[in-house]
């Protein structure tokens, strides 16, 4: 069976460029209009977690990078207040692997993949059906040094291979923060910073999305667009 897994660094409910008003319900909706099998997001406000299973209509696990400076609805309120200027600071910053309802899904933990002294970097994993591993990242970005997110990317990648068992298809996806990464055995990145690349399985070759699909009433939703891909083969 086909599976569409698409990855999406939602901004914290941004538009680009950032507005008063946040609009990460609306992301939400929008990601899962078409019923994607998997949807990775990165970038998720902390007190948005209890939230996202009903926006999406989807089944979540989530892993938090950044707890909130303040209790949930306290910092939501306030980041309402100006959602471009109150963002991680406040609301904390997590990410998120959701799945379609009509899948199995067994969550595999999450593991930092950042060094300590820099921002707490993680990258999780679930299982689907039994027999696909699908790791979702958030890597630094650190322009200067690109050994940085280089070597998170290694780390994300040794943590999803660690949970897989042998021969099973394994997914990584999310923003790695560097462009066309290269994972031997795995499918190639393309030219932006989000990518899903795959090992062990057969896919289409990766899309991003047209500016205009994220686009709501004139605005354009977050400063990344969505990346997704399809398994057309894999082990079952």
Known sequence: MPLLIRTWNVFHGNAHPPRRRGYLRVMLELASADRPNVLCLQELPAWSLPKID???GMHSVWA???PPFWP???AAWTTRLHQGLFRSALAGQANAILVDRSHEVEDLGHERISDHGRERRLVQAVRIDGQIVVANLHASNDARRPEVPGAEIGRARAFAESV???GEAVVIAGDFNVR???LDGYSAGGDGIDHVLVCHAAAQDPLI????RRRHNGIVLSDHAPVELTLTGYRS
Do not use: I, Q, S
């Open 54 to 56: 009903d926006w999406a």
């Open 209 to 212: 999305w047209p500016v205009e």
């Open 164 to 166: 897989a068992r042998p």
């Open 64 to 66: 938090v990078t950044r």
């Open 72 to 74: 949930g609805a306290l």
């Open 180 to 182: 066309h990464p290269e």
